[in-house]
C-alpha cells in the first residue's frame, strides 16, 4: 500500500470514527436524572404528592444550575418544608420500553425537620401517610418495590435496573432487568 492510499484509508476512518462518536451522542441526548425524596417524619408517616390523579413520592427532573443539596433542599421548600440528614438511599436504572436512552433514578431519603405542608407547582394535594397506607395508596409497583428496599436495606444505597412499560388497558407496569443490590 502506497503512502496515498494510507492517507486515504486513515481519513476514511477518522470520518466513520467520527460519524459514530456524533451518532452516540444523539442516542444519549435523552438521558438525564430524575430525583425523587422520601422524606418521612417523627413518627414515620411519609410524605406523598398527588400528581396526575395519583398519590407518589415528590419527584422531579434534575436539570438545573443548583448544586445536588441545593436542589433537594428546594425540592422541600417547595412542598413548603425544611429536611434535615438527607442521604441518597437508591440509585436505579430505568429503561422505558421503547426508548434506548435509560434514565437515572436517584431516590433521597430525608427526614422532616419544620414547615407546613404546601401542594408543590403541577401537583393537586400533598399529604402524610403511614407507611402501611403509603403502600396502599402508591399506584406504581416499582415506587412500592423500591420504597420496601429504602426500608428494608436503611442507611445502605440500592441500586437496580428497570424497565417500565404499558400493558393492553394503559397501566404502567414495572419489570427488574437487575435484581435489587446493594451500592456500600
Not at 76 to 82: E, F, K, L, S
Not at 95 to 107: A, F, I
Not at 125 to 131: L, P
Not at 141 to 168: R, Y
Amino acid at each position: 500500500m502506497n503512502w496515498v492510499n494510507i492517507k486515504k484509508t486513515f481519513l476514511l476512518l477518522l470520518i466513520l470514527e467520527l460519524h459514530a462518536s456524533v451518532q452516540a451522542q444523539e442516542n444519549k441526548s435523552d438521558n438525564f436524572s430524575f430525583f425523587k425524596l422520601y422524606i418521612t417524619n417523627e413518627k414515620n408517616e411519609v410524605l406523598l404528592v398527588k400528581w396526575h390523579g395519583e398519590w407518589e413520592i415528590a419527584g422531579t427532573r434534575y436539570n438545573d444550575t443548583l448544586s445536588l443539596s441545593a436542589f433537594i433542599e428546594q425540592m422541600a421548600a417547595d412542598m413548603g418544608v425544611t429536611i434535615t440528614d438527607f442521604k441518597l438511599a437508591g440509585l436505579f436504572t430505568q429503561k422505558r420500553q421503547g426508548n434506548n436512552s435509560p434514565v437515572l433514578l436517584h431516590y433521597y431519603k430525608a427526614n422532616y425537620k419544620v414547615g407546613s405542608l404546601k401542594v408543590p407547582e403541577d401537583c393537586t394535594d400533598i399529604k402524610w401517610f403511614s407507611y402501611e397506607e403509603a403502600l396502599g395508596v402508591i399506584p406504581y409497583p416499582m415506587m412500592i418495590e423500591i420504597m420496601k428496599q429504602i426500608t428494608l436495606n436503611s442507611g445502605k444505597v440500592v441500586g437496580g435496573a428497570i424497565e417500565t412499560f404499558k400493558d393492553v388497558d394503559g397501566k404502567v407496569k414495572y419489570r427488574l432487568l437487575e435484581k435489587f443490590y446493594l451500592l456500600n
